[in-house]
């Protein structure tokens, strides 16, 4: 079964705390590749990362880091100093062979001033 | 700055009423995905064109909804008749056609209200 589970629904945040979003994934495939979307209030998804399932490397871009770990099939995502800007909603996601994006619930971040 | 864009972007409807919504893709792109949203279900996908043929439509309503790419840069969804339970946003997707794990570039979506 392909599966992104997203465990937290929603969380909440004081400005300039770090935070940490987690995803698990499921699926049979050996190369398949990893997504991150933010969905700000304004409803477009923007995409911030993608990661293939043969780079474990951990990755930085700013405030934001990824942390890939296929033993334990997670791909989470770490917001430092937060800003009240972040808050929206993520997805992670799993792109398989058949090019279908398999979407997580999504966690609603709210970071409060 | 190459974007997918859609049409029109808010649509409020009365139950029974057909409605369509438009999707033009980045130029160059030969795969188009739609997909739906809804606070229940999350993002789910609809259907799957590839070089415009419909690769897979298993996500969709069969009875009221139907998809087309008429060309290259024109994407339909279409509902006929809609319904409550239709209310939700309507992404479509482009991405280039590298022969498989295509990205996707998404549009900024359709919000349907069905009354």
Known sequence: AQKVTQAQTEISVVEKEDVTLDCVYETRDTTYYLFWYKQPPSGELVFLIRRNSFDEQNEISGRYSWNFQKSTSSFNFTITASQVVDSAVYFCALLNRDDKIIFGKGTRLHILP | ?115
């Open chain 2, 1 to 115: 700055d190459a974007r997918v864009t859609q049409t029109p972007r808010h649509k409020v409807t009365e139950m029974g009423q057909e409605v369509t919504m438009r999707c033009q893709p980045i130029l160059g792109h030969n795969t188009v995905f739609w997909y739906r949203q809804t606070m229940m279900q999350g993002l789910e996908l609809l259907a799957y064109f590839r070089n415009r043929a419909p690769l897979d439509d298993s996500g969709m309503p069969k009875d009221r909804f139907s998809a087309e790419m008429p060309d290259a840069t024109l994407a339909t969804l279409k509902i006929q008749p809609s319904e409550p339970r239709d209310s939700a946003v309507y992404f479509c997707a482009s991405g280039p056609d590298r022969g498989t794990y295509n990205e996707q570039f998404f549009g900024p979506g359709t919000r349907l209200t069905v009354l």
